[in-house]
């Protein structure tokens, strides 16, 4: 067991840390001081700069290739770099969903040609992903989806209705599972199709998540023609009629490392503590002190984990159906944290500010990439072992 | 001993919640959000007054119905569970009874800092943007009602759209000071602590219903979602958390209205175990109903955020807790 | 709404607070100072004698008819001798699953002779009921019951076994549903019994709870003859084969208002505001403060509750299913206010002691009696509605 | 970087672990609630000090294996998961490296009252109904190492009879007192946090097993009870808590071994933590045994009870709470 980080990682971390440092005070600069949400038009457009300037540097994609955009960074320089980027209070990413969600499933069953021509561009945020899953009756149960994908020559004839896509307004592309063979049920008879949103009869709708920000959107696919090839290669990813499987690498990265780094929590824990010696904490606030402390330890102790998770990931042990733990860990620990806020700011908390805003968002985390609920019976039935209901 | 609320009582409260039912819906709760400052519908609160809702407290002899807290709990609850989007809790708790004769058959909405400023300097007027009167806690430690022409007011974006809050700016004179004798301003605070409280009941109640209804009707996986043991479980702790936080409420009307010796706790205790119910609830009802909820096209959220916004107004749990504590010799 | 008291219950509470006050510490004198625990067999008779005293002063079964040994005290009395019997610190009653749990059946449904005979008795712990519902493989789920009552000529013949009979060492009678009608399934086919304990071929073999006292019991049947009347009148409660419905009006009363008065639980919350007080909780567990505050409340709106309930009851209004929230509320309430007491007491909460025994059998309260798990179906299904599963 | 414990740590664990199965089971847990008092079966014990196990963290030169904290975690998590009735953490993680080569070899048994003296006055002494010494804090706030023969001894009852505690009346003397830096005292006191946290790892662990053992065998409205939603969700939640506590135990062991500047907070972290971890589960695992737990034939209680005595022993976790919140300038 050796916790200490080699000269190269703590050259990389001084690197980045520089860089975020300089670079974010010039993007707010040039958003005029305050950027707006990117969940807005107006703040989405801010973020591309932000990813352009990530991109340049290449920062965008450290973990990837240099071909692609990256710098082949190891996965322990990935954790470094997520933790330096939120400590410095740079944004969520417009493009996580892209580079977080897709990449990783380009990465594995993609061909050369998807991922020299996808990968690129996204890195660059050139094309911006949002992804096609839910549908208004399918939530949780993702494989009831109705959305149909029928072979037409050349290509795909698209109807149905997805939702809930994040940031769908503002995206370029769409990933999404379709059924694909009508004869099947469930889990068979989808594909996992890439989806230009410009296409003809593709109608995208904005609506406002729950803090008002037009952070959803729902798609309505009209009889749209997806041909077997565009500019980025097929616009089929794996086998056709596998898209299940296909998507669940996918989900299981949106559970595991990839999407929700310890980084971005550290990060609000830390605010949390500044929080509350602002307010004077210790004095206005004791009752709180002790769940103040343990939710800054839920963090901390998220951090110690994923280093052991990351050791066994490298040594070929990768984690499996724990990350549903993972996943239970930080929604929670990012609506506690949220919810300590507020207490410390009192009535002030009605105010809109960053705080509420973030407790809006924590919100959400207990329900989107499977519910807390779905997870807590992952844990059960895949780590522990307990029968199938 | 007799813990239940009079035939009078009830049809007051069936009428209120009849006249809300058609005028302060969910769509007019949303109107609220947009309309410009001084230009919200007024038929809820119209109707309120003219059923005597808003004058309730203030004694027969100076024009009003001369009840107690007693037999308006029920009418601040129906007010909750509607999601009104108007200061009943500062008017016809607080400054009705304040002012008497000067506010009987008026009307008027009357919003108030009383329930915000915890500390001087960072308070926020919710209701401001639409008042006809503003009942402020003055620097010189009394209360004056002061009217929107003579106060700068600067509308303020707070989570609850609908709670119009304004920031605002104004000088106190000698004549905005409200004269009125220190333990009349206390009794008000308290009632508008209690007040407050029963529209978290009421809001807990709807927020538990919408949630019932949507879990009973919505399938995943094959089956409604509601036959699912986890999603039971959330709601039976909503519904627990209710069933006894409702009850501390009732009692606090009880205490006050009696002037019972244990008021000031009663009625920290009602205002801390229907905050708690309410988020408790609120939790729940956006869990149970997943993404649908956690969008404002759907209407759980004007709800839910009057929820956090009151369970923080008027002393959070906390704080009541803290005033229990002192009563309890801890 | 009026929520004083008369002057006649102000009366009887005055007269019940002075009479346990004298004769609680005649009793303990009598025991050597520190009666024993009623779940050993050194307890429970030292218990009996106290029985025995409450009897003689009709405070036994307050709300009994006078011919039954009662004071035909309301409801209300009820609940203020209950809140007095507490706050005096009286032990919990060895008779309380005879004078709670069955003698309500027997009120309901039992015949004028076996109200004449089993009550009296009952009232002055001459006969001491333990309840036998559970067995080794039916716990939550009574319905699968397996011990059986063959008719035979003049009576009934018992084989099986029961467990988890509190208290079922020291007593001399059980209640119970056996399978009459074995080609019956489930609910159907019960009979609810009166069994002495003293019949050839009854064995018993006490053991211990968690806290080490022998407050269980399994009850071996093996062959046992039960004629169709004895002593006591029939022997069967109810009609033959309909046991389920007789035993559900018992398990109603269980979970609701009779078992589990609020003046227990105000008991246990003032004596943990004077652990506060004792080891200096403002200064050296201000954490705790918060919690321990709202502990109080909920004892304290426990006792709101059931002002609001027993005003309903009482104009014709009873609380139907919504008795599960009670269990709910007063068991997850009891193990708070232990959890807390164990907490102040730091590093001595280890040692043998009342909180540390109480704190054991606080934890009981959510698995009997219908687990919490089974109460919050219920509540539910029926108090919300919500669909079966 | 690499989080993993090496080979040797490894197999040291499965050694130990392979041992305790043996000498340490259920039914030898249970004997030690009720043998004599220094009657208890030490084999167990034995193979531990055969192995090396309780000099393991006593410098080679004097006599022990050189190990460090991060090499003997895992003796401690498995003693925890056996539930052994003997004093390990007072004998291997705080005597033995503080006495050296007096105690190397020796196997002997130190009870102390390091981990439940909170206050003066008040403390006992668990384990010293059977040890062959006792290091006793002494009220010249110096270290005492007493022979049993030289203090009396009255066995108090605890929780978990298999605890064996004593008060102990004891005279401090010029030549009972150790001769020790402070500083090596107070890492003596940090070990034997983390070592008391790593025990409640392992306790963790085994109720956790034995409850999805039971639940998954378990048949109740014909299904098996570990298939219903709330089972599953009461075992996932103990999970969760133990899936975190785990590597902050683990890294509190790095941090103690390399003497990092954070090593008092992270050993801190790590009780707090892996108290409120074996609390949790011990939680959950009762009630998801229902009645059958709650009886002393079945085994689940020797191990729940040892959780309950250890969560609170060497500081609660409000107290290391309390700590950390110093390290964090709060």
Same mark, same amino acid.
């Given at each position: 067991?050796?916790?200490?980080?080699?000269?190269?990682?703590?050259?990389?971390?001084?690197?980045?840390?520089?860089?975020?440092?300089?670079? /974010?005070?010039?993007?707010?600069?040039?958003?005029?001081?305050?950027?707006?949400?990117?969940?807005?038009?107006?703040?989405?457009?801010?973020?591309?700069?932000?990813?352009?300037?990530?991109?340049?540097?290449?920062?965008?994609?450290?973990?990837?290739?240099?071909?692609?955009?990256?710098?082949?960074?190891?996965?322990?320089?990935?954790?470094?770099?997520?933790?330096?980027?939120?400590?410095?209070?740079?944004?969520?990413?417009?493009?996580?969903?892209?580079?977080?969600?897709?990449?990783?499933?380009?990465?594995?069953?993609?061909?050369?040609?998807?991922?020299?021509?996808?990968?690129?561009?996204?890195?660059?945020?050139?094309?911006?992903?949002?992804?096609?899953?839910?549908?208004?009756?399918?939530?949780?149960?993702?494989?009831?989806?109705?959305?149909?994908?029928?072979?037409?020559?050349?290509?795909?004839?698209?109807?149905?209705?997805?939702?809930?896509?994040?940031?769908?307004?503002?995206?370029?592309?769409?990933?999404?599972?379709?059924?694909?063979?009508?004869?099947?049920?469930?889990?068979?008879?989808?594909?996992?199709?890439?989806?230009?949103?410009?296409?003809?009869?593709?109608?995208?709708?904005?609506?406002?998540?729950?803090?008002?920000?037009?952070?959803?959107?729902?798609?309505?696919?009209?009889?749209?023609?997806?041909?077997?090839?565009?500019?980025?290669?097929?616009?089929? /990813?794996?086998?056709?009629?596998?898209?299940?499987?296909?998507?669940?690498?996918?989900?299981?990265?949106?559970?595991?490392?990839?999407?929700?780094?310890?980084?971005?929590?550290?990060?609000?824990?830390?605010?949390?503590?500044?929080?509350?010696?602002?307010?004077?904490?210790?004095?206005?606030?004791?009752?709180?002190?002790?769940?103040?402390?343990?939710?800054?330890?839920?963090?901390?102790?998220?951090?110690?984990?994923?280093?052991?998770?990351?050791?066994?990931?490298?040594?070929?042990?990768?984690?499996?159906?724990?990350?549903?733990?993972?996943?239970?860990?930080?929604?929670? /620990?990012?609506?506690?944290?949220?919810?300590?806020?507020?207490?410390?700011?009192?009535?002030?908390?009605?105010?809109?500010?960053?705080?509420?805003?973030?407790?809006?968002?924590?919100?959400?985390?207990?329900?989107?990439?499977?519910?807390?609920?779905?997870?807590?019976?992952?844990?059960?039935?895949?780590?522990?072992?307990?029968?199938?209901? | 001993?007799?813990?239940?609320?009079?035939?009078?009582?009830?049809?007051?409260?069936?009428?209120?919640?009849?006249?809300?039912?058609?005028?302060?819906?969910?769509?007019?709760?949303?109107?609220?959000?947009?309309?410009?400052?001084?230009?919200?519908?007024?038929?809820?609160?119209?109707?309120?007054?003219?059923?005597?809702?808003?004058?309730?407290? !203030?004694?027969?002899?100076?024009?009003?119905?001369?009840?107690?807290?007693?037999?308006?709990?029920?009418?601040?609850?129906?007010?909750?569970?509607?999601?009104?989007?108007?200061?009943?809790?500062?008017?016809?708790?607080?400054?009705?009874?304040?002012?008497?004769?000067?506010?009987?058959?008026?009307?008027?909405?009357?919003?108030?800092?009383?329930?915000?400023?915890?500390?001087?300097?960072?308070?926020?007027?919710?209701?401001?943007?639409?008042?006809?009167?503003?009942?402020?806690?003055?620097?010189?430690?009394?209360?004056?009602?002061?009217?929107?022409?003579?106060?700068?007011?600067?509308?303020?974006?707070?989570?609850?759209?609908?709670?119009?809050?304004?920031?605002?700016?104004?000088?106190?004179?000698?004549?905005?000071?409200?004269?009125?004798?220190?333990?009349? !301003?206390?009794?008000?605070?308290?009632?508008? !602590?209690?007040?407050?409280?029963?529209?978290?009941?009421?809001?807990?109640?709807?927020?538990?219903?919408?949630?019932?209804?949507?879990?009973?009707?919505?399938?995943?996986?094959?089956?409604?979602?509601?036959?699912?043991?986890?999603?039971?479980?959330?709601?039976?702790?909503?519904?627990?958390?209710?069933?006894?936080?409702?009850?501390?409420?009732?009692?606090?009307?009880?205490?006050?209205?009696?002037?019972?010796?244990?008021?000031?706790?009663?009625?920290?205790?009602?205002?801390?175990?229907?905050?708690?119910?309410?988020?408790?609830?609120?939790?729940?009802?956006?869990?149970?109903?997943?993404?649908?909820?956690?969008?404002?096209?759907?209407?759980?959220?004007?709800?839910?955020?009057?929820?956090?916004?009151?369970?923080?107004?008027?002393?959070?749990?906390?704080?009541?807790?803290?005033?229990?504590?002192?009563?309890?010799?801890?």
């Amino acid at each position: 067991m050796d916790l200490t980080w080699s000269d190269e990682e703590e050259a990389f971390r001084a690197e980045a840390r520089g860089w975020l440092e300089e670079n /974010l005070a010039r993007w707010r600069e040039g958003c005029g001081g305050s950027p707006a949400s990117g969940d807005t038009a107006e703040g989405f457009a801010q973020q591309r700069i932000w990813e352009e300037m990530l991109f340049d540097a290449r920062w965008a994609v450290v973990s990837w290739p240099e071909e692609y955009g990256g710098r082949a960074a190891s996965l322990w320089e990935w954790l470094i770099f997520e933790e330096e980027y939120y400590r410095a209070g740079a944004p969520q990413r417009i493009t996580q969903n892209g580079i977080f969600l897709l990449a990783p499933t380009v990465f594995e069953v993609g061909t050369q040609e998807q991922r020299d021509r996808i990968l690129p561009r996204m890195a660059a945020a050139q094309d911006l992903w949002c992804q096609g899953w839910s549908e208004p009756g399918s939530g949780s149960d993702l494989a009831s989806l109705r959305s149909t994908a029928r072979p037409v020559e050349g290509g795909w004839m698209l109807d149905g209705q997805k939702t809930w896509t994040t940031r769908g307004a503002f995206c370029t592309h769409l990933f999404g599972l379709f059924r694909s063979d009508p004869e099947q049920e469930r889990h068979r008879g989808l594909t996992y199709l890439l989806v230009p949103l410009d296409l003809d009869g593709i109608t995208v709708r904005g609506f406002s998540r729950l803090d008002g920000d037009t952070g959803f959107a729902e798609v309505f696919f009209d009889g749209v023609f997806l041909p077997d090839s565009g500019p980025l290669g097929a616009t089929v /990813l794996g086998e056709v009629g596998r898209g299940w499987n296909v998507a669940m690498a996918t989900t299981s990265s949106e559970r595991g490392l990839t999407l929700r780094s310890p980084g971005r929590f550290m990060a609000t824990a830390e605010r949390l503590l500044e929080l509350w010696r602002a307010v004077d904490g210790a004095t206005r606030a004791p009752h709180l002190r002790d769940r103040v402390v343990d939710a800054w330890m839920r963090a901390e102790a998220y951090r110690v984990q994923t280093l052991a998770v990351v050791s066994e990931t490298l040594a070929g042990n990768p984690p499996g159906a724990a990350t549903s733990l993972v996943k239970l860990w930080w929604s929670e /620990l990012d609506v506690e944290l949220h919810d300590l806020a507020l207490q410390l700011l009192a009535t002030e908390a009605e105010l809109e500010g960053p705080w509420s805003k973030g407790w809006q968002f924590s919100l959400s985390g207990p329900i989107y990439a499977g519910t807390n609920e779905i997870q807590r019976n992952i844990t059960a039935e895949r780590v522990l072992g307990l029968p199938r209901s | 001993m007799d813990f239940r609320f009079s035939e009078i009582d009830q049809s007051f409260r069936d009428g209120v919640r009849a006249a809300l039912d058609e005028r302060s819906s969910p769509a007019a709760v949303r109107a609220a959000w947009d309309a410009a400052p001084g230009a919200t519908d007024r038929s809820a609160w119209e109707a309120l007054a003219a059923m005597g809702a808003l004058d309730a407290l !203030v004694p027969e002899a100076e024009g009003g119905l001369g009840l107690d807290e007693r037999s308006v709990v029920l009418v601040f609850q129906e007010a909750g569970r509607a999601g009104l989007p108007d200061p009943i809790v500062e008017t016809a708790a607080v400054a009705a009874p304040l002012l008497g004769s000067r506010y009987a058959g008026s009307g008027a909405v009357v919003a108030s800092d009383l329930g915000t400023s915890a500390a001087p300097g960072t308070s926020f007027v919710p209701w401001a943007a639409d008042a006809d009167h503003l009942l402020l806690g003055g620097p010189d430690g009394r209360l004056h009602l002061v009217a929107p022409g003579e106060a700068r007011l600067e509308p303020v974006a707070t989570v609850d759209g609908s709670r119009r809050a304004c920031r605002v700016e104004w000088e106190p004179s000698p004549s905005s000071a409200l004269d009125v004798p220190a333990l009349a !301003v206390a009794r008000a605070r308290e009632r508008g !602590v209690l007040a407050a409280a029963a529209l978290l009941v009421g809001l807990a109640e709807r927020m538990l219903e919408m949630t019932v209804g949507y879990v009973a009707q919505r399938e995943q996986f094959g089956a409604k979602i509601g036959s699912f043991q986890a999603v039971k479980h959330h709601l039976a702790d909503a519904a627990l958390a209710q069933e006894f936080s409702r009850p501390a409420v009732h009692r606090a009307a009880w205490s006050l209205a009696t002037a019972s010796a244990d008021a000031e706790r009663d009625v920290s205790m009602a205002k801390a175990m229907a905050s708690d119910a309410a988020l408790v609830t609120a939790r729940a009802a956006l869990q149970c109903h997943g993404a649908i909820g956690y969008t404002t096209e759907y209407d759980l959220h004007l709800y839910m955020k009057r929820a956090w916004a009151l369970a923080r107004a008027w002393g959070d749990a906390a704080a009541h807790r803290r005033r229990v504590a002192r009563s309890l010799e801890m």
